[in-house]
């Protein structure tokens, strides 16, 4: 998981010394894949052609590797640590993909297939944090050094090859359309796909995709990729996992709030809180930690979306929300200026440890931001947007007419201001909502109860009000007269 | 409305492109900057395409090309107050919003340049979004860098003002001259052209009307509830088993 707290910062120690380089030359070759070749067979399909690494090992020694490839890294890994694992699951990420026909292994469990994806892409992403850091500081000669020999490790087109080559091989995507329609997937399968280690892999790589395009800034495309899997479908794969289930809603609500559309974010985020709020069966989990920041990070992130766009809770997600944000939550919904530093403080806590898929600059030290103050200021640009919304709202809830000086004089600001604040409010309180299809899928709606018009300097003001529910009441007394 | 990723003029080879593992290779480049070019001089927009381009320049910043991108940002600008400015801006360098240094301590980073030009479009972006329409046109006017950024974005100034109409239309249902004047950044004649010809409004004496539209009605709404014919199954169901 992208929560779990960095390495410490290198420390020099004995560790082994890189591996030799006839080693690394299958990583080379996966790494430049994308940029040689020059032509894709016909499914996309890389085909490496090359013996396998792992082929003469020992079914024994190929079961520890499994087991390694899903163990989290030690806490103080060395940059040489992190490159030999990089090379480990190169190596059998190669050996599953590129042997002769489907490899034929046991997984270590049943939930391997996520760990292993979720292990490699957690590693993938802090090594590129640390990378970026390291060039940032400027301070460390040596692993600059080893950083600038290595360009290729932990490359982003590798890392992407891996999940896509998955993907493929089990015809995952080709399977879940094929469940979607109703029919048998195992028909669409394929030779790879048929196997639980395939079909699982695929499966899993595609939340993982998922996880890597958010990191890299790209939501669109990071909701895109899940157009194959129904969130809606209790029996989904990655419901099973509690790990997988909440860390699925925590991209796919994140990337709905970078795309402004709070009220899929909300949606998205109330959906797995009021889930775990009921289950409460990650307790029993030895990932119990992480899942529980990613919890804690999806309150804050659902208390930010709120403010954005007024929306009832479900109760036990409101009260968690008092109990641990109360005061923050409220200054969020008051807006203004004070707020600004509220929504900075959180959103830093609560977003994704964004990344830069290329090595850094080490040329230029000053250059290599970390990526999250890249997409703060991105953000911060829309609060600082919105801040009067909640100021306009709160004013126009007490009238049906008002004149824009008036208020203009109850606001003290001026009246050309406010009536930017007049219009920003009411662009923003439409928004695309998801109303079935693809995740991308929605259409514009006003989701906000106060609606209003300007005539000149005179502000017409409505309210959609729920009607009253008189079929309950009617049926109840119809009970009665029985 | 359509889904993000859906473009009504995208060519077939694009589509191909976008939905294959193709959009990662770094030969399409040249493809996906040719179709920018033409969406410039076409008037045509196709956001996700734009966005699978600056990807591949995020994975290979070698093959970047600062017009393509300020080319891409500019029309991300012709279609606010959606998100698109700031997807854009998500797949850029991380130090190209970050205060830039004065001129010339810093001569090794060569897209120093790009950076300025970026920042100056996010400072339009702001205004843009901010609905402070006046500002956005004073600041276009105030720099020559402005001129060269929107060059080739064809009709870009007719571009924004139909989009500040739309938004006008939005939320007015009559509007001071003057102030709509200095949101269209146009007077005189040419004003009067813009607001009859082009957006179908009238204008009577000093002020603008807007004909009404279902977003600057703003009619109070009863949500009612929605009445389900199987909420009255047991009703009927009694209605056959006790006969009177």
Redesign the interface.
Known sequence: MSYRQQAQPYQQADGPARAPADESDDEEALVNEYREQTQYDEDGMVDLDRATSLGAASQQDIQAQLQAAATPLEFQATLDTKFASYDNYCSLFHFILNSDGPVDLEMPNYYWAWEVIDEFIYQFNSFCSYRQRVALRNENAEEIQLLRENPNTWGCYSVLNVLYSLIQRSAISEQLAAAKRGEDASLYAGEYGNRPLYKMLGYFSIIGLLRVHCLLGDFSLALKTLDDIELNNKKGMFARHTTAHITTYYYIGFSYMMMRRYADAIRMFSHILVYISRTKNFQKNSQFDTNAKTVDQMHVLIAISVAFQPTRLDDTIHTALREKYGEQFNRMQRGGPDSIPIFEELFRAACPKFISPTPPDFDNPEVNIDPVEHQVTIFMAEVRNNMWSPTVRSYLKLYTTMDLKKLAGFLEVEPEKLRHWLLVNKQRSRQVKWNGGGLLDGTVENLSDLDYAMEGDLIHISESKTGRRLVEWYLRNLQRTY | ?A???YAPDRPDNIDVILN???R????TTSVFQDYVMQQCENQTYD??AN??LL?LY????HLTRDETITNILVKSLTVF?S?DF??C??????????PLKTSHS?P??GDAPLSEAVQKL?VL??LL????YAAFWATLDSDDLYADLVADVAGFEELMRVRIAV??S???????RG?LEGWLNCTGREFERFVSEVCQWKVEGN?VKVPLNK???????????N?KFD??A??IK?AYEQPA
């Open positions: 409305m889904p993000f990723d294959g593992l193709d990662y290779n770094p030969e956001c996700y966005l699978a990807k995020q994975f290979n910043p107050p998100p700031s997807l801006l998500s797949l850029l360098p991380s130090h190209i919003l970050s810093n090794a980073a996010f972006n702001n979004n901010g609905a402070d938004t006008v939005g939320v007015m249902r009559e509007v001071d102030v002020v977003e600057n009605e703003a009619k109070g709404t009863v949500v009612r509830e009445v909420q009255f047991r009703v009694r």
